[in-house]
């Protein structure tokens, strides 16, 4: 009587583990973009309520603002310097602020260090257009246009 093992041989097992390991190298470099993409996108976030100040200014002025003290962020006690972004600051974002390039009521924000290929000070930069009807429209840049922040972490509708 003949004893008949089964299982997996040496070189089935190494095959595998380096299909694996192969996986891994692919898997790990987009996954990193991936968490800087969702960093990103709370920055994003967090511009709603400027741009609702920088509307009403506009609105209330008829100009846009020049300055985040203009803008209604809040200030230092000199009235100048934005305090952590007009408060806006969190993990991901260093500063939130508005002043007068490219344009009036420019919208800078200013990155933090992301760890996934972006370095501190890293910017994306929301500019307002005001339409015919009065309407603002905001533009959005990454490094394609006025800011900073490379294109492949940036929303869709700031790669220019």
């Not at 609105?59 to 209604?72: D, V």
Request: with cysteine.
């Amino acid at each position: 009587m003949r004893n008949h093992q089964s299982g997996f041989t040496l070189i089935e097992l190494m095959i595998v583990v380096a299909i694996v390991g192969i996986l891994a190298s692919v898997a790990v470099p987009a996954y990193s973009d991936y968490t800087v993409r969702a960093k990103v996108s709370e920055a994003v976030a967090a511009v709603a309520p400027v741009k609702a100040s920088v509307a009403d200014y506009y609105y209330g002025n008829g100009e846009l603002p020049r300055s985040s003290a203009n803008a209604g962020l809040d200030t230092d006690e000199s009235g100048t310097d934005p305090i952590l972004g007009g408060g806006y600051a969190t993990d991901v974002i260093g500063a939130i602020t508005v002043d007068q390039a490219p344009s009036a009521g420019t919208i800078k924000v200013t990155f933090k260090d992301l760890d996934g290929g972006t370095t501190a000070d890293t910017t994306l930069v929301f500019i307002p257009t005001i339409g015919d009807n009065g309407q603002i429209t905001w533009a959005c840049e990454s490094e394609t246009g006025n800011g900073t922040l490379p294109a492949r972490f940036a929303p869709a509708s700031c790669r220019g």
